[in-house]
């Protein structure tokens, strides 16, 4: 049983702290729980109170006659600790902690860390602490502050703020918005965002997650838990300190400093998590996504009975970065046809106040068969001349013929009233002002497009690379060695090169003669450099020269840049001074890497040169890279316009740049020691492109400590190293790998070939549908915490899926659970021996202590398999049979 059950659905509950007064946190929850709906057994705990509300109080939780499920604490920080105790003597399951105020009181950090540590030892699951609460209104169970009414409805809502939850619960009331469960996660103790995503996740009643997030605790797993769910439920996140100030204040709340808002904006994308910016457009957004298909563009067309918030929509959607639909010349003859002639001039199409039910009607269906339209966005305004209520009910019945987005804005209070509920009702989203449509509209395009990242599964070992990880290491160990977190210029060029990263020779100078003559030998112009650690910029200290056109400008360079580099080290002229070719093209780009405290490494792209301070114009990506999710990071910045030929100069050499992205990428997956990367200025044509000047820097704390590779990115790369190639006993080869997303065709066409009888011993069911969401939950995976393991057969030309093997890790990486499926033509060949054997070993190698089955009583063949690999079988019930192995 799930340890979150017993604090979700509990049968039990004692509220220890029980009182009356009006400051106690601890009233508004008996209020809500003694006498309510709640189909369970309340104890109020109490040292001074005889009954609480008619209801006998106990002086301990000690006292109680059976163990509850579920602690609910109202106490102060020094009585916390015995009351965890006591806890935990009465085997009680888990415990909502409401007191907060740790960090204000005396040893108020070792009490916090004391609990932690024996309720994790004890298994005692903790909401909290400084927990407002939680809500599960299909089970009438309101054990939080608000008092007022909680709808059930299809959303689980997560708030990292006890003070947010009073508010958006408010506001929910008043908007009839219904939860599948609201929970208040406070300092988060215990339960990590992960863990709940993983069991609102499988909710059955859970449509969609909405998380108030303020910091992030082991980004890792939290991306492996949104990786998992993402595509089937959408995970949406309001993540505040979005600027320094409010990043400043969330640290002083928390003390948890959280990467830049444009990092964690680049790590939703990749987990496919879509990223909003106010209260209001988490709500908008699950509903629009809950109900419409996802635009597969940001093309929208828009159709209305009044010209101003049209224009306003038209505005937001320019500004914002979507596309107002180009309609095809068939498309505006049709629309011709039934608008009067001498209004109709394209997008927007205006209907006028005083259209027809009909006319609405057909300019909503003709818009939304043009392939050149993603959505349609229909703004009804309340005129007197027209029926806008029977325009609303038509609409929703074009709704139920399309597979594009169809939204709405009901402009005006008045109109919301009469129209909004009709829509609605017709699962068509519905918003007041046209601003709001259009942001949902992008959001949802947003969101499909960070769901197609889920699909990108970049290899762990390069295929088209030649990298020297070897020289790398020695370069490392070498700073390391001599005390240092950076590296000198010749370290840097010998680093960059060794992962085939184009960078020009660079010469290291002692003295101005020196200078000279190598400025003589390659060639002028030169550019001569003070490559010194730690200074943020060449160009503003005055540390370099370019352009240098002869001899003496050269001599002239040198008395001026040595003369300031020794005012930042007094040894600048024998160790740091740089001299190379001058080389100039188009462009120049800013390629950077910094390892973040709580999202790993990521890496930077953007506008280089001095223009990377003037203009910030980065983005950020992930690691691992492929070309795909390269080509994504460089198209979210202002400059790609530049790079991709604008006004009509030649299109850069876009795969140099993408190329240069995936060796940093592999770079710095390789090699966890390397703290931050700069390569500004990438100077780049049509004719591929150059790295002129790089900053290197290590991180210390990693100085002669082995880190378990990979271990420090937050995406887990493609596991290639899982490969290999087995014989069956018929004589064909089968080539075992991990399974990928673009697998799903084969997966489907191997359940096809597989019998009824071998589908049910697999799943324990045949009544289910192979849609593509059920085959992407078992093609599209997150490699840290699952494996699967497909055998891959060639016939007649055809690659085929013969066999499948998995293994799901628990939240807490300790036992995976396996399962397996082969394919009826490959049964009896030996196949799901190998499969079985090989998964054990991956199993081994991920970190897992044990490995769990269920199968049904009748597969005789599987439970033989089992044996034969040490597993202990025993009986779980009439029908199945649980087997376990401990690695």
Same mark, same amino acid.
């Given at each position: 049983m799930n340890r979150l059950n017993y604090l979700f659905k509990p049968q039990s509950i004692a509220i220890i702290g029980a009182s009356y007064k009006d400051d106690a946190n601890s009233k508004p929850i008996l209020k809500n729980l003694i006498g309510s709906d709640f189909n369970g057994v309340v104890y109020p705990v109490s040292k001074s109170l005889k009954s609480v509300r008619g209801v006998k109080t106990y002086r301990n939780i000690l006292d109680i006659p059976e163990a509850v499920h579920l602690a609910i604490i109202d106490a102060e920080v020094e009585e916390l600790e015995q009351i965890i105790d006591d806890c935990i003597a009465a085997k009680t399951k888990s415990a909502v902690i409401l007191s907060g105020g740790f960090r204000l009181e005396k040893n108020g950090k070792d009490v916090y860390n004391r609990i932690h540590a024996k309720a994790k030892a004890a298994k005692l699951t903790i909401?909290?602490?400084?927990?407002?609460?939680?809500?599960?209104?299909?089970?009438?169970? /309101?054990?939080?502050?608000?008092?007022?009414?909680?709808?059930?409805?299809?959303?689980?809502?997560?708030?990292?703020?006890?003070?947010?939850?009073?508010?958006?619960? /408010?506001?929910?009331?008043?908007?009839?918005?219904?939860?599948?469960?609201?929970?208040s996660v406070g300092s988060m103790m215990d339960i990590p965002f992960h863990e709940l995503i993983d069991y609102f996740g499988s909710d059955m009643h859970t449509r969609s997650i909405l998380i108030y997030m303020e910091s992030l605790s082991e980004a890792r797993q939290f991306m492996s838990a949104a990786r998992a769910f993402a595509r089937n439920k959408p995970i949406i996140v309001l993540k505040s300190g979005q600027t320094e100030i409010g990043a400043d204040i969330i640290y002083n709340h928390t003390h948890q400093r959280a990467a830049k808002d444009a990092i964690f904006q680049a790590a939703f994308r990749r987990a496919g998590v879509l990223k909003v910016d106010t209260i209001e457009g988490l709500f908008d957004c699950a509903a629009a996504l809950s109900s419409q298909p996802r635009p597969n563009g940001n093309r929208l067309a828009i159709v209305t009975n009044a010209g101003a918030p049209a224009v306003l929509a038209v505005d937001y959607l320019i500004k914002n970065g979507g596309q107002l639909a180009k309609l095809s010349e068939e498309t505006l003859a049709e629309l011709s046809a039934i608008l009067p002639d001498?209004?109709?001039?394209?997008?927007?199409?205006?209907?006028?106040?005083?259209?027809?039910?009909?006319?609405?009607?057909?300019?909503? !269906?003709?818009?939304?068969?043009?392939?050149?339209?993603?959505?349609?966005?229909?703004?009804?305004?309340?005129?007197?001349?027209?029926?806008?209520?029977?325009?609303?009910?038509?609409?929703?019945?074009?709704?139920?013929?399309t597979n594009k987005t169809l939204i709405a804005s009901c402009v005006g209070e008045l109109t919301r009233k009469d129209i909004s509920q009709v829509l609605i009702d017709g699962n068509i989203p519905t918003y007041c002002f046209p601003e709001s449509a259009v942001y949902s509209f992008l959001k949802m395009y947003e969101f499909n497009r960070n769901i197609e990242l889920l699909y990108e599964t970049p290899n762990r070992i390069p295929q088209a690379f030649n990298f020297n990880k070897t020289t790398v290491q020695e370069v490392i160990d070498t700073a390391f060695a001599n005390d240092r977190n950076y590296?000198?210029?010749?370290?840097?060029?010998?680093?960059?090169?060794?992962?085939?990263?184009?960078?020009?020779?660079?010469?290291?100078?002692?003295?101005?003669?020196?200078?000279?003559?190598?400025?003589? !030998?390659?060639?002028?112009?030169?550019?001569?450099?003070?490559?010194?650690?730690?200074?943020?910029?060449?160009?503003?200290?005055?540390?370099?020269?370019l352009n240098l056109e002869d001899d003496y400008a050269v001599r002239k360079a040198w008395k001026k840049v040595v003369a300031i580099a020794k005012t930042h080290h007094e040894n600048a002229e024998n160790e740091f001074i740089f001299i190379q070719k001058m080389i100039q093209k188009r462009y120049e780009l800013a390629i950077g890497t910094e390892k973040t405290t709580d999202l790993g490494p990521v890496i930077s792209f953007g506008m280089g040169g001095i223009a990377v301070d003037l203009f910030n114009d980065l983005n950020f990506g992930i690691p691992p890279l492929n070309m795909a999710l390269a080509q994504r990071i460089v198209e979210n910045t202002k400059v790609y316009k530049m790079l991709n030929g604008y006004g009509g100069l030649p299109k850069v050499d876009m795969d140099s740049i993408l190329l240069l992205l995936n060796k940093i990428s592999y770079l710095i997956a390789d090699f966890p020691q390397l703290q931050t990367i700069k390569l500004n200025p990438f100077s780049v044509d049509e004719h591929g492109g150059f790295v002129l000047d790089y900053d290197i820097l290590l991180d210390e704390s990693l100085k002669n400590k082995k880190i378990k590779p990979y271990r420090h990115l937050i995406v887990s790369p493609y596991p290639a190293k899982y490969t290999k190639t087995v014989i069956l006993k018929n004589g064909q080869k089968a080539v075992l790998r991990p399974i990928k997303p673009e697998d799903e065709p084969m997966q489907r066409k191997m359940m096809e070939r597989s019998s009824e009888n071998t589908i049910f011993l697999r799943f324990f069911t045949t009544s289910f549908e192979v849609t593509h969401d059920f085959l992407t939950k078992f093609t599209n995976i997150d490699y840290s915490r699952e494996m699967a393991i497909v055998a891959e057969m060639e016939e007649n030309g055809e690659r085929l899926l013969a066999g499948v093997v998995r293994i799901i890790g628990d939240s807490e990486g300790f036992s995976a659970e396996y399962a397996i499926a082969v394919a009826d033509p490959w049964q009896g060949l030996g196949l799901g021996r190998h499969l079985t054997e090989y998964i054990l070993e991956v199993a081994k190698d991920m970190g897992f202590d044990r490995v769990e089955a269920t199968l049904l009583r009748q597969n005789s063949g599987m439970k033989a398999v089992l044996l034969k690999y040490g597993f202990t079988v025993e009986v779980e019930d009439m029908e199945t049979l649980n087997a376990y192995l401990e690695l």
């Open positions: 909401l909290g602490a400084s927990s407002y609460g939680f809500i599960n209104p299909r089970l009438n169970l /309101n054990a939080s502050h608000f008092n007022g009414e909680v709808l059930p409805g299809k959303i689980a809502f997560l708030s990292q703020s006890r003070s947010m939850c009073s508010a958006i619960l /408010n506001w929910a009331a008043a908007e009839n918005v219904g939860f599948s469960a609201f929970v001498n209004r109709f001039n394209g997008n927007p199409v205006d209907v006028l106040s005083n259209s027809t039910i009909e006319r609405y009607k057909s300019a909503v !269906k003709i818009c939304l068969k043009d392939k050149n339209v993603d959505g349609v966005l229909a703004i009804l305004t309340s005129q007197t001349k027209s029926d806008v209520q029977g325009i609303a009910k038509e609409i929703t019945k074009i709704n139920n013929t590296l000198t210029a010749a370290e840097g060029h010998q680093l960059l090169r060794a992962y085939e990263i184009p960078t020009l020779d660079t010469f290291h100078v002692q003295n101005e003669a020196e200078a000279v003559a190598i400025a003589n !030998k390659i060639g002028y112009p030169v550019v001569l450099e003070a490559n010194l650690p730690n200074v943020k910029s060449k160009t503003e200290t005055g540390t370099i020269a």
